[in-house]
């Protein structure tokens, strides 16, 4: 009963069979092999169009980078107060950005209200020097809440950005477990609704160490190879990258892992809306589930076996739960088993 | 005939096969699982004292964050002119310690000589702040020209850079390498000699992606986690680098790979010192070679599949080669064939 | 009838006097001349203690320098959301900090609320990294509203932060209105209520360009002339800064411009209890004023050559105004005309 | 007897007359005032061309934020190896640029050698992203060394520099002096000889405080009011700087300052060449000198009340003094009175 996070998970047998499979001979270093090529040449497939693509360590590094490469002296990142961020990554955004500040919107369900964006954006005058520039717009997709954005939404949050030059960057840490959600094509969920740059995660979702950073306009990735180099990202063996990405790939492995998560999660739901006494915190779209649960409840469960994390109450429910409750977050994954959600669940009856 | 780099080797069996046997269950994730502390409790082990380890993706975070975390204001690292972390790292050491300034030292074959690092840090008057203040000496051990120092040769450097209250960092990118090259112990080549952070690389010499920080007074690494997490390279999944380490230490696996990429190394060697066109550059004593070639020798040796790069000729050396000679590396690994090295020798005759 | 800003002034008489009477003769540069050690002496003084003292060249420089002097990696300073590090310096304190984050903490009129420091500082819990870690919590004194902090209510503060192992930082560029606005005694706002670091502010106030980081325990400063120099304000003639503070503080100057300033705005202050058509935004407590005006006053005002500026809506007050008014600031100065201030309050009735 | 250095001089009695003549009244802030905008017209008259012009307060944030300005991700700067922006800022340029690299270029007599330049700028091979990327070319005029480059020298390193799509930055800390020794005119000695960037020091010949970046090609400009405002060097009242350039400008008082100053050099070096005890070190020619002295001459001189540094002999003459002699430098400037000259000429005899 394991729901700590699906980071718990290691990786896919068939991610490790690549692995070993593409370890023997010798290839070419620093993403100049073939297998690194072929890989790059999936991502143009997958997104019905040529983008850049970059190979990165980890979901921080993917973001932070990401947002360095669309960076302006005195730049500001409009995103969810509770985005990853801000929340989770310890200022590596900033840093990597040589300072940026990660403006808050606030927004239910830790989904950016596109009105609030607006007004946000608006109090920064044009030329105003004092309060620094916006530079780009930061959405989760889906986000720490786990919850999701329409493609009307994204679009909207598109054109508002774009109306005022910003980049229109996604966190998609998750990004796999957010398509099968939502039923949008990867390209709907991203460029074809206004998105610019794309942080693609597989780590969360069965490989072990296989995060992109994926440029729409591969025009505007030139300095990218030194920005990543700089920033200690990249791989010296970069097809071990690859080789995740490939296995992760093929034969839509990745969506029937994410597929299999999302099920697993629905059925937490199920069980919370089933329950009497514990309810589920906010509606969540994807693997996460975030549940209020009776204090005396939380102590069973974790006496039972079940692992799970205690969170930060939102900033816009600081009133969410009494003092005899708790607020806690259940994540499943690609390697989550039936049985374990089907004990848990027996409990919150 | 492929003497490109060490990196252009993949993993070795036993890697993939560590990964794959640690990749079932949930492991508790960014760093505190139980195979992460079993990987750190073997680093005691191999440096026979308490140290404490945190792994990073590559060997330029490795020595770049090493950097950052005993950087000051105004900082300056003295090291040797054609280092690693001044040629070869894209400015990621500047970057990640905010502007500290890489001094270049000079010295004959890639080796700092310590009269020079003596007299370039009494440069640096204290309490004098426009020349901003000495914060480290960074030593590679082997260094990028391939050589060793001595035991005898690293306390001295120690010892200058402790009496100015400098940190002594060394780059050990192929750590294993030095090792077998110099018949020392871990802990002789390091803490018992004087240094005091180490960058400890896997990568190149059989995993995919395994490289550590080891700071010999772990009370001095009270906020390396912080450092790490912002600078994006802490993994969410660290028991896939502490399954390598397992493996790579596993039996001696680690000094065995090295062992067999030194002699090779040396094998080419031989054949420099018998061949009537080609010559060594400069004594080299692990696994890089350093070869002047006849131009229509390097052709020849291109033409019939030979891999390996065109090297810049060092600063101190400008005038090593003619106009019909060039000057090329030659990197052997844990994976190069007896079969292929013997192939390149017969061309050298 | 120019309320626009302080900095609208120009230099006091008696500073371009001092400026002029030491400008002969040759003096030792870089902060090291006896006229730069009489001021410092005048520091200890004004404050009952040894202080360290660093002049820089702008309230910018000084606040972010100040916060880099007391970082930590992947730290945060609890300030309040509108407080002018976040709002009006560009990004100058992530900057300096190398990308420090400014995380908003809440509170009526522009003042940070005791409650909700303490409820922010508790959500970073001890040793996970994710989040980051605070590391100063800043208040300013008199805020961007205009509002003062009681002793006690530093104190309470303080006390919060220093629990935690926070600096306490006090933006005080208006450090002299807010003395005579609270008839505290420069100790007594600062050290002895707990302030650790202080931004003293003279530019505002009559000078040309004279503001000084003032740090209470002198042992935390030793970094500090490095921090100061690489961030480009170690003037080479710092006796130009030092002759403004002389003449600021000869005879008590700098508290009769400020009481000057104060009285003027008061009675700007009562001229707007008195109007009719235009009210007080929000209690404010020294040389700033922020008043809402109906649109048509406004139009006429500006008509009649006074000058001041459209003000952004607080943060938590997004209703402050209807569609026919408008919220504007009017800042008072130690040059301000009495009849200057007259003539606009009757436009008020 | 003070020869220390310029910036021991005050400022001139024009320049604190034009501070107070423009004290008076309100005038709008941060660089936006009528004064401001006179200023900047002269810097059009005085460099023959529309210029984009910022004014900062020291050299060290001019060159700083001027470099900062064309920086590219893994940048490098080519400079002399004794320049300034390496040997006496504290690190300030690679903090600015976030880590760009001042690369060291070899020369005599602090001079670039054009060869060198080019041979280093050859060691970056396009796409490389190990080795970082060139993004500018620095020169001094005059130079650390005192000396100059011909307008030739200029164009030929411009066209270097130009030739890879490197900037190419002048530190002009002592333009005036530079001018004066060289005849040239403002245009010539820069943008018609390709230098694209300036840091125009006003403060070592008669200011208080008065730098300034000049941008040839203000299209080029954009984004540096956010980078000065970010870097803490947009002054509020930035009349204070405009008053100190209009003085400096009047009547070509800043050229009268310069010609003073390279003449009293000059006298010095007169002496020196008459001298049989003392000598050059290396040939001078604005206002600093650098003299080899016996250690006897040299307390002699000191314990006559003579100030000057000593110095640091440059990395390529390691052997300039022998054990009984010292290298010392000698400054002069504006202020620098013929009869000290005269007094310190006499003991060279």
């Not at 019905?48 to 490469?69: Q, Y």
């Not at 990004?175 to 709907?188: I, Q, R």
């Not at 969410?320 to 499943?332: A, G, I, K, W, Y």
Request: charged fraction near 25%.
């Amino acid at each position: 009963m394991i729901f700590a996070s699906d980071n718990w998970s290691g990786a896919h047998p068939a991610v490790n069979a690549a692995l070993a499979r593409h370890s023997e001979g010798m290839a070419s270093a620093y993403g100049s092999s073939d297998l690194d090529k072929a890989v790059e040449k999936r991502f143009d497939e997958i997104f019905e169009r040529e983008v850049a693509v970059f190979f990165v360590g980890t979901g921080t590094a993917a973001n932070s980078l990401a947002l360095a490469s669309v960076n302006r002296p005195g730049g500001v990142v409009l995103c969810h107060r509770e985005a990853h961020i801000v929340e989770d990554e310890c200022g590596a955004p900033e840093f990597f950005t040589h300072g940026a500040r990660m403006a808050p919107v606030d927004g239910p369900n830790g989904l950016i209200d596109a009105a609030n964006l607006k007004r946000e954006i608006a109090r920064f005058k044009p030329d105003f020097v004092h309060a620094g520039q916006p530079m780009a717009v930061s959405i989760s997709q889906p986000g720490e809440a786990g919850t999701l954005y329409t493609a009307d939404e994204i679009e909207t949050i598109a054109t508002i950005a774009h109306d005022r030059g910003l980049t229109l960057h996604m966190d998609g840490a998750r990004f796999a477990n957010g398509l099968m959600a939502s039923g949008l094509s990867p390209a709907e969920m991203t460029w074809k609704r206004g998105v610019d740059i794309l942080s693609f995660g597989a780590t969360k979702n069965g490989c072990w160490c296989a995060e992109a950073i994926v440029v729409f306009d591969p025009d505007k990735a030139s300095q990218f190879p030194y920005i990543r180099k700089r920033g200690a990202q990249l791989f010296s063996k970069t097809r071990f990258v690859a080789a995740q990405f490939m296995a992760y790939f093929e034969g839509g492995l990745w969506l029937d892992m994410a597929g299999h998560s999302n099920r697993m999660a629905n059925r937490l739901r199920e069980a919370l809306a089933a329950s009497n006494s514990a309810r589920e915190a906010w509606p969540t779209h994807s693997n996460e589930v975030f549940a209020i649960l009776p204090r005396d409840l939380d102590t069973r469960l974790r006496a039972e076996g079940a692992v799970f994390y205690e969170w930060n109450p939102p900033h816009s429910m600081p009133d969410l739960t009494s003092e005899d409750e708790t607020l806690v977050r259940l994540v499943t994954s690609w390697s989550t088993e039936e049985a374990d959600v089907e004990r848990f669940a027996s409990f919150l009856r």
